[in-house]
């Protein structure tokens, strides 16, 4: 079975309404590549310092949009990442917190999953920002999300977490087929780890990556890296996006060649440590 995924990339900004404006125009080129599955990058809907709470109390609206969206192009949508206020179980965040929260969106527009980024981003980074600190404002999530679609077991990660392989390792325990990685990568860190980081992923868990990333400028000293790309159960880069800014990145999804990989070299029952 094939199927075509589409990696969005996006140059967000501060303005929820005209990044959701272009967020519609991206999946609208996509669902006309007869595209089944696309990924949007993290903080799609906002990209912006300080505003993860205000973002927050758009969330029902974020949702709502997502699912018409989702119906309106009969895509399967895996919304990137935005500011959530209710944990899981529907608890509040304490201490004005949010999670950096993924939802997903069958074709028919209903939500089919969730997953919270796990791993935070505190470093310090010799760029114009100079010292990352999301533990700051967000919450760690705790779940290992896989989400059944009718032609793939898709596994979710957010950005830094692709730097964390056992996360991926416990996405294939799980069965995941495809494991998508919405980023906002800086420059910095993008130029020197992006692509090495998804293919090492894609090698170790066999699985098809999609890393769907923002790029360019998006404040005075916040510019992100992009190269939003698909590798292949081998780790071949199979589409890449190298221009800066936004653009759709589509590629072939083969699940038989991918089986075919993973009965050949068999890594899980190779598998020694744990």
């Not at 996405?171 to 800086?186: E, H, Y």
């Not at 890393?211 to 005075?220: F, K």
């Amino acid at each position: 079975m094939k199927i075509k995924i589409a990696a969005i990339q996006m140059q967000s900004k501060d303005n929820l309404q005209v990044n959701l404006d272009h967020v519609a125009a991206l999946l609208a080129q996509a669902a006309q590549q007869q595209v089944k599955l696309a990924v949007l990058p993290e903080n799609f809907a906002m990209f912006a310092a300080g505003a993860q709470l205000t973002t927050a109390k758009q969330l029902p609206y974020i949702q709502r949009w997502l699912s018409e969206q989702a119906r309106i192009h009969n895509l399967w949508i895996v919304a990137g990442s935005v500011p959530c206020r209710e944990r899981p179980n529907g608890e509040t965040v304490v201490n004005d917190k949010v999670r950096a929260s993924c939802f997903v969106y069958n074709n028919q527009g209903e939500l089919a999953g969730r997953y919270d980024k796990i791993h935070l981003f505190d470093a310090a980074i010799a760029d114009q920002q100079a010292q990352y600190q999301e533990s700051a404002t967000f919450e760690a999530g705790n779940d290992v999300v896989v989400i059944k679609t009718p032609f793939a077991n898709i596994g979710l990660s957010i950005c830094y977490d692709v730097r964390f392989p056992q996360l991926y390792q416990a996405l294939r325990d799980r069965g995941a087929d495809v494991i998508v990685v919405p980023a906002a990568f800086t420059a910095l860190t993008g130029q020197a780890h992006w692509q090495v980081l998804l293919r090492a992923r894609a090698i170790e868990t066999q699985c098809f990556i999609v890393g769907a990333g923002q790029s360019g400028q998006h404040s005075p000293t916040r510019t992100t890296w992009g190269h939003s790309q698909l590798i292949d159960a081998w780790g071949n880069v199979v589409a890449e996006q190298q221009q800066e800014g936004e653009g759709v990145v589509i590629a072939e999804y083969d699940l038989d060649e991918q089986q075919r990989i993973r009965q050949q070299m068999p890594l899980l029952s190779h598998r020694r440590l744990s």
